[in-house]
């Protein structure tokens, strides 16, 4: 999940080449929760065409999140 609706963008990581990060300019704040967005030419090694707008689908059903900020370990 948490490179889903909570993104890491790699400007607030500084371990961003090791983690899940995501480009800052593909990630978008929608309410409480973030979207990637991404149109890459080959997914790492795979060469094949990637193209995703998550944004759609969490603008879409933002309000049937259930969501709470908090600190823990799961």
Do not use: Y
């Amino acid at each position: 999940m948490l490179d889903a609706m909570l993104a890491i963008r790699e400007s607030e990581s500084a371990n961003a080449a090791t983690l899940n990060c995501f480009p800052d300019s593909a990630v978008r704040t929608v309410g409480p929760f973030r979207a990637v967005d991404i149109d890459l030419p080959s997914l790492g090694p795979i060469p094949m065409p990637v193209k995703g707008r998550q944004s759609a689908v969490v603008e879409a059903h933002q309000a049937d999140r259930w969501w709470r900020p908090g600190k823990g370990r799961a």
